[in-house]
């Protein structure tokens, strides 16, 4: 029988808890293979009893974690009440019972207490490590894979989260700025800008992943970019966190006054992505931000650059506001060096685009150091690039006839899908739907605005699958589409056939009129 204690020690050893805030994954891959070795457990090979997958799932999940989190997780009680809740899909029980346990044990609960540890937030990444643990066994028992979701985030931006930062490295200068802000100074606003693409979304992401604290993400495409959502959203995850009462018509500035209120010491940061996103009338602030904080209570904001006119933040003299511009110069070299961990990283994740650059030998740093420089430090440029020449969509191209920039990436695949001739005109029309929508919008929409079978329509959206996303409403059968990214949107709104005036632009638009109309009766 594995001891787990003793698998803790070793962490503590190899892997202490660290004092700075996102750990890069190059160290935390160096921390785990160590701890695996001394415990003489092979990196490669997860056995696939129970105790051997929550074994290797405590070391992976573990390493740089408080050591009063550990001391709950290597207790024989924990293991068995987790696959329990494993085996029969009852997170939330498994929840409520681990509180028991630490409630009854008041050492333990002074550890995790003093450590300001986020409880919900611990075990619902410890039972995403062990489901991804468990996959690679291949083995049945743990089939089907539970929904581990406690609620930690909220649901509608839960896959973002993790879609954001399932690759990502680096911007180690970013949160060593935004951590400053908040330990010297007793409340604020600390603003991240950048110009689209530039990872402004993906910080957010980690950010959350990393703090587990309250957060909104502005999605233009998604129609979920009003103040009104907004409030809703963060009201329900202030009310749930803090447990606050009569608060559930409060506006932000009452939620924000409570909330402070139970911080006992502790801060709060609530994290705002795509501030420019939002969609709101007046002159006031975006999203009715309040021009004073309580203490203890700070926003990371992310937008694009903006003018005097379109900030949108005014703060009253005692509340501070700091901001980091990545498009500014001081920067640039840093962004260039996360590029490249990232092409590293990726290249390590993708034999395929290994494989492409040893068929044309391509020396690894010659690659990366090569787009780098194409990629203009835009992560949504290698996001879209990277997968397509690994899936043989640049099979043509030599390393120096690949997209210079994301703009002429965007122009590039505009060119060879032939979007500008007469005979794709219904793929353009299906585009500038999705465009004008605003909205996701479903399958069965956009064939009956265009008059299309909808497997005609289901064909062009697979043709531009990669900036185009697919949600399941619940309650709903058929899947919603949306873009994928703003880039990507503006890139179709400045595209001749786009533009406003033209003759298509019109004809889809009486179309999508006619469609409401009828709908409306």
């Known amino acids: 029988m594995i001891e787990f204690a003793a698998i803790t020690s070793v962490i503590s050893k190899y892997a202490p808890q660290v004092s700075q805030l996102i750990i890069k994954q190059a160290q935390k891959n160096e921390a785990v293979i160590k701890v695996l070795q001394e415990l003489k457990l092979n ?53 409520k019972k681990t509180k028991e346990f630490i409630d009854q044990n008041s050492e333990l609960k002074t550890q995790i207490i003093n450590a300001k540890i986020n409880f919900l937030g611990e075990l ?3 039972g995403e490590v062990f489901i991804e643990t468990a996959k690679k066994t291949k083995a049945s028992r743990y089939q089907p894979y539970p929904d581990w979701n406690l609620d930690v985030y909220p649901k509608e931006f839960k896959a973002l989260i993790f879609e954001k930062t399932r690759l990502f490295c680096g911007r180690d200068f970013v949160f060593k700025a935004i951590q400053k802000f908040f330990t010297t100074e007793d409340k604020g606003y600390f603003s991240v800008i950048g110009d689209a693409g530039m990872g402004k979304s993906a910080i957010a992401a980690k950010y959350v992943l990393a703090t587990k604290f309250p957060c909104y993400f502005n999605i233009f495409a998604e129609g979920r970019n009003k103040p009104e959502k907004f409030l809703a959203s963060i009201r329900q995850q202030l009310i749930k966190r803090y447990s606050l009462q009569n608060a559930e018509n409060a506006d932000l500035s ?10 006992k010491g502790q801060k709060l940061v609530i994290v705002v992505d795509a501030l420019d996103e939002v969609e709101q009338e007046g002159n006031g602030n975006l999203l009715d931000l309040p021009q004073n904080l309580p ?23 005692d509340t501070p506001v700091n901001e980091l511009n990545l498009t500014k110069s001081d920067y640039t070299a840093l962004s260039q060096e996360d590029v490249k961990e990232y092409l590293h990283l990726f290249l390590n994740n993708d034999q395929k685009l290994r494989n492409w650059i040893n068929e044309r030998n391509i020396s ?13 430090n835009n992560f949504i440029y290698l996001r ?10 640049y099979n043509d191209l030599t390393l120096k006839g690949l997209p210079q920039g994301l703009q002429d990436y965007y122009t590039t695949h505009w060119n060879r899908m032939g979007m500008d001739k007469e005979s794709n005109e219904n793929k353009v029309k299906t585009l500038y739907i999705l465009v004008e929508r605003g909205e996701p919008i479903s399958l069965n929409m956009i064939a009956e605005i265009l008059d299309e079978d909808k497997y ?66």
Request: proline content about 4%; glycine content about 6%; hydrophobic content about 35%.
């Open 254 to 263: 009452t939620l924000l006054q409570k909330a402070s209120e139970e911080l």
């Open 456 to 521: 005609e329509v289901k064909s062009v959206l697979n043709d531009w699958v990669e900036y185009i996303t697919q949600k399941i409403k619940e309650d709903v059968k058929n899947p919603y589409y949306s873009i994928y990214h703003r880039s990507f949107l503006d890139f179709l709104k400045g595209q001749d056939k786009l533009g406003e005036g033209r003759v298509l632009f019109k004809e889809v638009n009486k179309k999508i009129y006619a469609y409401l109309k009828k709908k409306i009766g």
């Open 295 to 317: 203490d203890g209570v700070y926003f990371l904001l992310t937008r694009r650059t903006y003018n005097q006119e379109t900030k949108r933040l005014t703060v009253s003299p």
């Open 43 to 95: 990196p490669t090979q997860i056995p696939d009893d129970v105790d051997g997958v929550y074994a290797y799932t405590l070391v992976k999940y573990g390493v740089f974690k408080p050591e009063a989190i550990l001391n709950l997780f290597r207790e024989k009680v924990i293991k068995d009440d987790f696959f329990t809740a494993y085996t029969n899909n009852t997170p939330v029980k498994f929840a």
């Open 124 to 126: 619902e990444e410890f």
């Open 384 to 393: 879209y690039l990277l997968p397509g020449i690994s899936e043989g969509k």
């Open 364 to 376: 690894e740093d010659n690659f990366t150091q090569e787009i780098a420089v194409k990629s203009e």
